[in-house]
């Protein structure tokens, strides 16, 4: 299976970010992988004075939440994902609401699918012989990635994930998932993996 990254960057350059709340707040600072309650949780989010238009379907904001558009949430219940929605009241810094309806999207794990062997990444030979002899710690992540190959077979036939392993922020998605995404015309850029 081929794989891309769905990429945080608006599709057409421009900034998208803003303040998040939860309620109740948050014990400690957002993390996507680490479990969150979402049962009763509200969100919202109000974007950064600059952001006049919000057009993108997903997006990334500065505490490391990832936002979708209902019409990808829509795309996502096609496919194999393992994320909780929960919805967002999102408005403008002036208060007025935004055009679309948006939920932040929560993963309370990511996968263990990095290709330590076919990616390229600083100290792969020493991680390598770490890997061989046993000796890599299990909460070790994997930086300075500059080809990002993905075991498929430890994906486990997912199209939408956060990789484990790693030190990478945006998520993972099958090329039927691209496609998709692409056949409604949605506001997500990708970039090819591997």
């Keep these: 299976m081929n794989y891309f990254v769905m990429c945080h960057e608006a599709v057409d350059g421009r900034y998208t970010d803003g303040d998040v709340l939860f309620t109740p707040p948050l014990e400690d600072y957002y993390q996507v ?13 109000t974007m950064d004075k600059k952001v006049r238009s919000l057009k993108s379907d997903f997006f990334l904001t500065g505490c490391g939440s990832f936002f979708v558009s209902d019409q990808l949430k829509a795309v996502f219940g096609k496919f194999e994902v393992d994320l909780e ?21 929560h993963a309370n794990s990511k996968v263990p699918c990095f290709d ?40 486990r ?5 956060f990789i484990q392993g790693a030190i990478w922020i945006d ?18 850029r990708f970039l090819k993996a591997g």
């Design 116 to 155: 330590y062997r076919d990616s390229e990444y600083a100290g792969k030979s020493l991680v390598l012989s770490k890997i061989q002899s046993g000796e890599l710690s299990p909460d070790y992540n994997v930086r300075g990635i500059t080809r990002l190959c993905i075991n498929e077979v430890k994906a």
């Design 157 to 161: 036939s997912l199209d939408f994930f």
């Design 33 to 45: 992988g680490r479990f969150l309650q979402t049962k009763d949780l509200t969100v919202d989010l």
């Design 171 to 188: 998520p993972i998605v099958s090329e039927n998932l691209v496609r998709e995404v692409q056949d409604k015309k949605l506001c997500v």
């Design 85 to 105: 929605f929960v919805p967002a009241v999102v408005k403008y810094h002036s208060g007025k609401p935004v055009e679309k309806r948006y939920y932040l999207i």
